[in-house]
Nanobody, 127 residues
Framework: QVQLQESGPGLVKPSQTLSLTCTVS??????????WNWIRQLPGKGLEWRGA???????YYRPSLEKHTSISRDTSKNQFSLQLSSVTPVDTAVYYC???????????????????WGKGTLVTVSS
């Protein structure tokens, strides 16, 4: 059974860096061809994909937000992390980590849906 668990501070001050970690069990984050994702849900809004780190360490970010976002991993702990710099109250959200598979066909790369999710963690940006 694959399990993901988010951890990090529940309260961050404006202009600081928000750091979250996702601990994965039941599946190595280096297993081909999975991508490990960060998604958030703003209050009253839908889900917003922020970025991902692939099995080979490649990173992918939501366009226009790349300067604000960094995703890294610690393979020895089977964890991957999200850092959002210079946060504002607009970054208040429930943050989720999730797994998604990918495959190659006909020279192209395709993605499955997110199949395993963490329970989510609420992060509030406030002074």
């Amino acid at each position: 059974q694959v399990q993901l668990q988010e951890s990090g501070p529940g309260l961050v001050k404006p202009s600081q860096t928000l750091s979250l970690t996702c601990t994965v069990s039941g599946n190595s984050i280096t297993t081909s061809y999975y991508h490990w994702n960060w998604i958030r849900q703003l209050p009253g809004k839908g889900l917003e994909w922020r970025g991902a780190i692939a099995h080979d360490g490649s990173t992918y970010y939501r366009p226009s937000l790349e300067k604000h976002t960094s995703i890294s991993r610690d393979t020895s702990k089977n964890q991957f992390s999200l850092q959002l710099s210079s946060v504002t109250p607009v970054d208040t959200a429930v943050y989720y980590c999730a797994r998604r598979g990918s495959y190659y066909h006909g020279g192209g790369k395709y993605y499955y849906g997110m199949d395993y999710w963490g329970k989510g963690t609420l992060v509030t940006v406030s002074s």
